[in-house]
Nanobody
Framework: QVRLVESGGGLVQAGGSLRLSCATS????????AGWFRQAPGKEREFVAG????????YYADSVKGRFTISRDNAKNTLYLQMNSPKPEDTGIYYC??????????????????WGQGTQVTVSS
């Protein structure tokens, strides 16, 4: 059974930095795409960043490009999201997700069958 557990959320000042982690287990990650999504209060969950696990090919939403970096550690089966220069509008619950068998990380929620429980990120101005 695939299991995803996020950690690293918290309160951060605008312009600071924060790193989210997503520990994964229960799957052979030789052919998967993984992604980070977020959901702000009163808004729909949206794509933040994605990675093709096997070759470290990354994709970003325009709103975070140049500030956030998605990466993975194969030895630890862990996904990361490095958040640099966060803004108050980056506040929300951040979720990691995995889409087995996908080459390009989908931007649609429906394409990801496995999700973590989420971790809250609050950016103060």
């Amino acid at each position: 059974q695939v299991r995803l557990v996020e950690s690293g959320g918290g309160l951060v000042q605008a312009g600071g930095s924060l790193r989210l982690s997503c520990a994964t287990s229960g799957h052979t990650f030789s052919s998967v795409a993984a992604g980070w999504f977020r959901q702000a209060p009163g808004k729909e969950r949206e794509f933040v960043a994605g990675i093709r696990w096997s070759i470290d090919l990354t994709y970003y939403a325009d709103s975070v490009k140049g500030r956030f970096t998605i990466s993975r550690d194969n030895a630890k089966n862990t996904l990361y999201l490095q958040m640099n220069s966060p803004k108050p509008e980056d506040t929300g619950i951040y979720y990691c997700a995995v889409a087995p068998g996908r080459i390009i990380p989908p931007r649609s929620l429906d394409e990801y069958p496995y999700w973590g429980q989420g971790t809250q990120v609050t950016v103060s101005s």
